[in-house]
């Protein structure tokens, strides 16, 4: 276990990063999920034919070929940037359609008469969904939310896999490929700098559910 | 389509005003797939070179291309295969202890899926081709590929195997006991079948998961779809085609899967309604996951 306490910097490093990535991609995942959920239950049919494909293809498609279109199709558009930014948008992309999901079977768990009352009351649309329904579903989906946001900081590896540099995975990969250290202490470490980020988050999860369920 | 609660049957004004909205929407959208069209086309993108081998097969390159991508997705869905497979069998009998087996074994499994559930896919599976060799465990490329996914898989089919089982009717269980039954009878002959009748939807919900993990073959070097794409790519420098087409392909595997899943469901929420009444209404797990 030398290993790990003599790249400790490193490891910290990794942590960092990987932490970065997830913030980033975690808010605009949240933001992108929830203006889906907000089309795919809208009355316009257009609008749910964008969230109703949008959650189609990034859902059922492999996050590293998305990653990939991200990395050498943007540059084809004219968009460049780093893999950085490349990583944390495709993992943004992807993930916000698991949050569309998730935001949207939330809205369907309100009772009908929460939105009646709201209509009844005057509410349009936007008004009835964004201050009655919205709010409610918003709590209802606290553990699958959470669940898809856990998942996404796992799934954050798959994008250092793909290139980014300084992550917690590609600290691994440098440091057992590139140095020649031996595999299981190197990794052994990477393991635990992932555990230390998902398992508080669930516990964190699970209190956090209980503070703001929908009494039904 | 069903109504929503959400807003009025509308009005003819209302109508008016979708109507409008609604052409404004796609006359936006489809001005951004225009610009995204004329850029690409700018940039060469839709020459006979970069598309033939992909979709004409009268071009010389078609046959030898599509060779490397069917062999591909053949080893892809083979690893996909036997990770289920292997999943399953490991899932329902780490559930199997998780239920019947005394306190500190089952503290001991519990340990392990809560490991096995925080460490990423992609890191079982590296940490399976990097750590097995120096352990003198030199396997094909393949199984790295399938213990890496069935480490993660198989705790996660536990826990839906698990919530199945709980799922179920006490009098189910009780009334085997009571034409005397074994545990381990009850177990495999009344709770199990209809634990993974009740779960089926969401174990074929995690071959979707699974279907995609694969891909991950990618960073140990695996033959796998995305690997064999890279080296069309190598050979043809068309990214964006070659990735496109092995999107749509996932896509249309996996979506269909999904719909399996929906149907799946549908059928057995008919049935069920007829036979037993659920004790109480379970929510799948892992189905709803970002993974």
């Known amino acids: 276990m030398r290993v790990i306490t003599d790249n400790l910097p490193l490891y910290l490093n990794g942590l960092a990063t990987t932490l970065r990535i997830c913030l980033y ?34 859902r059922n498609c492999p996050l590293l070929v998305v990653l990939f279109f991200m990395a050498f199709g943007l540059p084809e558009l004219g968009i460049n940037g780093s893999y950085f930014v490349f990583g944390t948008l495709g993992l943004a992309l992807y ?57 996404m900081i796992k799934n954050s590896a798959i994008a250092g896999a793909f290139g980014i540099g300084g992550d917690l995975f590609s600290v691994g990969e440098n440091l057992t490929s590139a140095q020649g250290e031996a595999a299981l202490p190197v990794l052994t470490g990477v393991v635990l700098g992932y555990l230390i980020i998902t398992i508080p988050a669930g516990l964190l999860l699970g209190i956090l559910e209980r503070k703001v369920a929908v009494a039904r | ?50 598309w033939g081998p992909l979709i ?26 036997l990770s289920i497979a292997l999943s399953l069998v490991i899932g329902t009998a780490l559930a199997l202890t998780r239920i019947t087996s ?20 992609v890191m079982t599976i590296f940490f399976a081709a990097r750590v097995l ?36 009717p006490k009098g189910q269980s009780e009334a085997a006991y009571a034409i005397g039954m074994r545990r381990s009878q009850v177990l495999l002959t009344v709770l199990l079948p209809q634990a993974f009748r009740a779960m089926l939807p969401a174990l074929i919900s995690q071959l979707v998961v699974v279907l995609k993990d694969t891909s991950l073959g990618y960073v ?26 092995i999107a749509l392909v996932f896509i249309a595997i996996n979506h269909s899967l999904s719909r399996l899943a929906v149907f799946t469901e549908r059928r057995l929420g008919r049935g069920r309604r007829t036979t037993t009444t659920p004790a109480k209404k379970q929510e799948p797990v892992g189905a709803a996951t970002g993974n």
């Open chain 1, 25 to 58: 991609s975690g808010l605009l995942a949240l933001v992108l999920g929830t203006i889906m959920a907000a089309f795919r239950v809208s009355p316009l049919a257009p609008l749910r034919a964008v969230g109703t494909s949008w959650v189609n293809v990034f």
């Open chain 1, 95 to 151: 993930t916000s359609a698991f949050v569309c999901e998730a935001i949207r079977s939330g809205i369907n768990a309100v009772p009908p008469g929460q939105a009646e009352a709201a209509r009844a009351i005057g509410l349009g649309f936007g008004q009835s969904l964004s201050l009655i329904v919205l709010p409610q579903a918003v709590r209802s989906v606290i553990p699958p939310l959470g669940s898809v946001l856990i998942a």
């Open chain 2, 1 to 50: 389509m069903t109504t929503s609660v959400l807003y009025e049957s509308p009005g003819p004004r209302a109508k008016r005003r979708a109507l409008f909205t609604s052409i404004a929407v796609s006359a936006v959208l489809i001005g951004v797939a225009v610009w995204a069209v004329l850029r690409l086309a700018a940039a060469g993108q839709f020459t006979v070179d970069k």
């Open chain 2, 56 to 81: 004409d097969p009268t071009n010389a390159t078609f046959g030898p291309v599509w060779n490397l991508l069917a062999q591909g997705l053949v080893n892809t869905l083979q690893a996909a295969a």
């Open chain 2, 102 to 121: 005394a306190a500190w074994y089952r503290w001991a499994v519990v340990g392990v899926v809560e490991l096995l559930r925080g460490v990423p896919v």
């Open chain 2, 133 to 168: 060799p120096d352990y003198g465990l030199d396997l094909p490329l393949l199984w790295y590929l399938v213990i890496g996914l069935t480490a993660y898989n198989s705790v996660i089919i536990a826990e839906i195997v698990r919530a199945g089982v709980l799922s179920l």
């Open chain 2, 220 to 245: 140990i070097s695996y033959p796998e779809f995305v690997q064999q794409g890279k080296y069309v790519i190598q050979n043809l420098d068309n990214p964006i085609q070659v990735y496109f087409v």
